[in-house]
């Protein structure tokens, strides 16, 4: 039986294998949530030209200079400008104009006086008060000039800066596309979730829901999955056809006469990256690689399939994205003691939140916890070396795909 590799060298080891997608050309909107394949910048200034920033009247600040409440300064009201209004005229000495917001600042005028600071005069305006230049008014590129970096490369492409792309007149963008995987479950015993089994033999495989789930917090794509039964020849030919960046089977790495996910891995011509990882639980994971695709055989519990995926998966997504590795573990807090046994590096599931800012877990292990409940409270893994015992206020590195 082979070594069980470190989780830290498997993972440098599929990292050298993994590379992101070619990037592709998308509007801003359509990159969201992928990550930039280059730096994107505005195209222009926003504003283009320089605006009212309230509903007032632009004025000449030296037409004012000299207003005081009892000495008031007259000026006479021109047109009104609105936002989409293209032109406006001239602002000549003695006179003003009525901006609304967002309106263009017209010539001559250096500054805006918002409308409760003013007294109407039928078709004039009162000014009591002196004003300075740029009063109220939005300089050309003063909320983001052009050239500025909205989306850096590397980054993951927010909401946020597709929409101040959009605004300044980015049409294109270049992205990592989401990385694909396809992911079949083993097992004669399983049915496709959704379906209409009722007799107790055969259930539901648990595990394509929990794995499709996985890949959409981690931002990546499902494209296929499936059942497939106790049947070498079946999942030989699956693994020879073609194949995305991800594939992943789940069940069927043991020891056992029905466990021949890796023998059908080596006939469809994978090269194993390797057999055994030492982690708990999730040991009996293997790895193999065929040109671009990466096969993951994950053992059929679906605590070690959301061991395995934490631990192992999630930073290949991550370069398959084309983010960067993470610089830093992230920790959290214990709430509760917990015991590692010895041996293995131990994947603990544990449900987290924030107190304040401390990031807070909360162990769901032992044999007072049932597995499968544990599992559907946890939304996040700790590492513990083996024979460690934590007591509360200590913290542990954290695996999770929420922050």
């Not at 997608?21 to 504003?47: H, K, N, R």
Request: net charge negative.
């Amino acid at each position: 039986m082979p070594t069980p590799i470190s989780r830290t060298k498997a993972v440098r080891d599929l990292l050298a294998l993994a590379r992101p997608a070619e990037p592709v050309t998308l509007a801003p909107v359509d990159a969201v949530g992928l990550t930039a394949a280059l730096d994107a910048a505005a195209l222009c200034d926003v504003p283009e030209r320089a605006c009212s920033v309230r509903d007032g009247y632009a004025v000449r600040s030296a037409d004012v200079a000299g207003a005081k409440p009892l000495h008031p300064v007259r000026l006479t009201v021109g047109e009104c400008i609105r936002a989409e209004s293209p032109d406006p005229a001239l602002v000549v000495e003695g006179a003003t104009a009525r901006v609304l917001t967002g309106g263009l600042v017209p010539p001559g005028a250096d500054a805006v006086l918002a409308e409760e600071d003013v007294e109407t005069d039928g078709d004039a305006i009162l000014v009591r008060e002196p004003v300075r230049k740029g009063w109220f008014v939005r300089a050309t590129g003063g909320e983001i000039p052009s050239g500025t970096v909205v989306a850096r490369e590397g980054r993951i492409i927010t909401p946020q800066a597709a929409a101040v792309m959009t605004r300044t007149r980015v049409t294109d963008v270049s992205a990592h596309p989401r990385p694909l995987a396809r992911i079949m479950a083993l097992g004669s015993e399983l049915t496709a979730p959704g379906g209409r089994e009722t007799g107790l033999e055969r259930f539901p495989a648990d595990n394509l829901i929990l794995l499709r789930g996985l890949f959409a917090q981690a931002s990546a794509s499902v494209e296929q999955t499936g059942v497939i039964p106790d049947n070498c020849d079946e999942l030989v030919r699956f693994l020879s056809g073609p194949l995305p960046e991800i594939a992943i089977t789940t069940g069927g790495t043991g020891n056992s006469e029905r466990d021949f996910a890796f023998e059908a891995a080596t006939r469809a011509g994978f090269t194993e990256v390797f057999k055994r990882i030492d982690i708990r639980p999730g040991r009996n994971m293997f790895a193999a690689h065929r040109d671009r695709t990466l096969l993951f055989g994950l053992p059929g519990p679906p605590a070690a399939v959301h061991a395995c995926f934490h631990a192992v998966i999630l930073p290949v997504i991550r370069r398959l994205r084309g983010l960067p590795d993470q610089a830093e573990p992230l920790k959290a807090r214990f709430t509760q003691p917990i015991n590692a046994r010895p041996g293995s590096e131990w994947l603990v599931q544990c449900e987290l939140a924030l107190n304040g800012a401390t990031l807070c877990a909360t162990p769901y292990a032992g044999k007072a916890v049932p597995p499968m409940f544990g599992l559907s409270q946890a939304n996040g893994l700790a590492i513990l070396q083996g024979n460690t015992t934590l007591v509360p206020g200590d913290e542990a590195e954290i695996l999770t795909t929420f922050f």
